[in-house]
């Protein structure tokens, strides 16, 4: 892994306005990202992590400008993503690419494999269609499927072969960064491992970039580099993947490690869990300070007050919480 910066997230917001009520008589503001910053290091995988609706999706999609960003910057190549206009955004998008969850969902059901896969190099690279064509094969190859593949439709294959499909189609015009939105949780265990293996070995031949969004932490134990938790569209911690599951500081990822089952029944049964109580606020209504006072063990007056600081607590870790480094609140 390098320590190249490959894109710089400097204080996202994505808000969206929506309508309540039978006739919409009724406006309320989605605030499902709020002041979020980080770096995604060239060659590395940094997955966001969190619970359902906490942003992590709505990250991804707004860094790849699928969402306008409301505020904050973007920076790849020197160019804010947020501020280019369209003709520009369409030159990058062979660079910056995604794998969606529902692989179905974003096939084209009336489209051969071939001409899914051959479509990007012909749009973004300026192939003609023979050309194009010529590189399916490879492109296919790269990603565990024997060339007949591209004259099959998408109802003919099985969920992981499609997932296969939508990694090649990504590929296909040589990105240097993909977002992998949920990319595993729709197949079976014994798939997911397989397209974790596959996106590891892509990842080594190409220098591919990941930014791996997903709710599985043993999952993200074994593909990341570095792991961002996320709550209620707010980063709470982010830090190298065996500090964050050696050491978590901030309480929400702790309670979010204690949750994951060992292995070792001896081990799963001496070990305490925090288990979190209420329900997570409404984005529409979030709370005033920290988000996570609401639910959290150890909240003061303080956390309901200000909103924590995202601090450096050690090299390359950081956390927003007022509690941390506070003899007598931390536990």
């Not at 989605?30 to 590395?44: K, P, Q, R, T, Y």
């Not at 240097?176 to 974790?196: G, H, R, T, Y």
């Amino acid at each position: 892994m390098k320590s190249d910066v490959l894109l710089r997230i400097d204080n996202l917001v994505k808000h969206f306005d929506v309508r309540l009520g039978a006739f919409g008589q009724t406006r309320a503001r989605v605030h499902a990202l709020d002041d979020v910053s980080f770096d995604i290091l060239e060659g590395e995988t940094l997955s966001l992590v969190g619970e359902s609706g906490c942003g992590k999706s709505t990250a991804g999609f707004t860094i790849l400008r699928l969402f306008e960003p409301t505020s904050g910057s973007v920076i790849y190549s020197g160019a804010n993503i947020a501020a280019l206009d369209d003709e520009a955004m369409r030159k990058l998008r062979k660079d910056l690419q995604i794998v969606f969850q529902d692989p179905y969902a974003t096939l084209n059901p009336r489209m051969t494999v071939g001409d899914a896969i051959a479509e990007p190099i012909m749009l973004h690279a300026g192939k003609s269609k023979a050309e194009a064509r010529a590189r399916v094969t490879d492109i296919l190859s790269d990603v565990g499927l024997p060339e007949r593949f591209a004259n099959r439709y998408p109802h003919e294959l099985s969920g992981g072969q499609r997932q296969r499909v939508a990694i090649a189609r990504a590929l296909a015009c040589r990105p240097k960064f993909i977002v992998c939105d949920e990319a595993i949780s729709a197949l079976d265990v014994s798939v997911q491992a397989q397209i974790i293996n596959l996106l590891r070995d892509l990842q080594d031949k190409y220098g591919l970039t990941y930014l791996f969004i997903a709710h599985d932490l043993a999952v993200v134990r074994h593909i990341s580099d570095r792991v961002a938790v996320m709550y209620l569209g707010r980063l709470a911690e982010l830090a190298d993947k065996t500090a964050l599951f050696s050491k978590p500081r901030h309480p929400y990822t702790k309670a979010l490690l204690s949750a994951v089952p060992e292995a070792d029944p001896v081990v799963e049964r001496r070990r305490k869990r925090q288990i979190l109580t209420g329900e997570v606020p409404s984005p529409m209504n979030p709370p005033s300070g920290c988000r996570f006072h609401t639910r959290c063990p150890i909240a003061r007056d303080q956390c309901k007050a200000a909103v924590p600081e995202w601090r450096e607590i050690a090299f390359g870790h950081r956390v927003a919480c007022h509690a941390v480094g506070v003899k007598g609140w931390e536990t």
